[in-house]
């Protein structure tokens, strides 16, 4: 059964900071990785999808990279912003999708 | 285009009742899922479909029933709710990109 993990929990950063938030995955047989943001009490938006042929992502201030052979992805948001502040999920696709319990994001103004 | 809708947003109900969580979908996508969201849990697929008149278990379906009449429509049921049904559903609907649309959530109290 795959297993899906972020740590830390919880973040908490200046603004202006770079952010590193990490997933780690036990089963390396992937079809893609998805990063999600999570607004408290609202639905998931979807930020990244990385395909498993893929090493990384862009989207703006934001980079995702994957290495299916170590079971890692990591998402950077660069020069973080109030308005960052969410929890940030990851799934991975191996058939279905497996979640990780995400990691809570704090900017300070 | 609303994307991924959800009704009812909250409800309330006694152990024993029934009710049914209605999805809809305006992008014309094939597939559907059913998750709960437990606190330190992550998200917990309920069941799936992928088509007009199919539908799949997940891996938490026990207790839940859903049907698949319409594309643009995923209904999940509660037979006979329990107070280990209080959570958080959440519908989502699958792009030719496999990225997931995600409805706004329907938060169910069973007491």
């Known amino acids: 059964k795959q297993e899906v993990t972020q740590i830390p929990a919880a973040l908490s950063v200046p603004e202006g900071e770079n952010l590193v938030l990490n997933c780690s995955f036990t089963?390396?047989?992937?079809?893609?990785l998805q990063w999600f943001r999570q607004d408290p009490g609202k639905g998931l938006t979807s930020l990244l999808l990385?395909?498993?042929?893929?090493r990384e992502q862009t989207s703006g201030r934001l980079n995702a990279s994957l290495d299916k052979s170590s079971g890692r992805s990591t998402l950077y948001i660069a020069a973080s912003q109030p308005g960052d502040s969410a929890t940030y999920l990851c799934a991975v696709n191996d058939y279905k999708l497996s979640f990780g319990a995400g990691t809570t994001v704090t900017v300070r103004a | 285009n609303a994307g991924v809708t959800q009704t009812p947003k909250f409800r309330v109900l006694k152990t024993g009742q029934s009710m049914t969580l209605l999805c809809a979908q305006d992008m014309n996508h094939e597939y559907m899922y059913w998750y709960r969201q437990d606190p330190g849990m992550g998200l917990r697929l309920i069941h799936y479909?992928?088509?007009?008149?199919?539908?799949a278990k997940g891996e938490v379906p026990d207790g839940y029933n859903v049907s698949r009449l319409k594309k643009q429509n995923f209904l999940l049921g509660l037979e006979s709710a329990a107070p280990s049904q209080t959570s958080v559903y959440f519908c989502a609907s699958v792009a030719g990109d496999e990225t997931q649309y995600f409805g706004p959530g329907t938060r169910l109290l069973v007491l």
């Open positions: 479909s992928v088509g007009e008149g199919t539908t």
């Open positions: 990385i395909q498993s042929s893929q």
């Open positions: 089963d390396s047989a992937i079809y893609n």
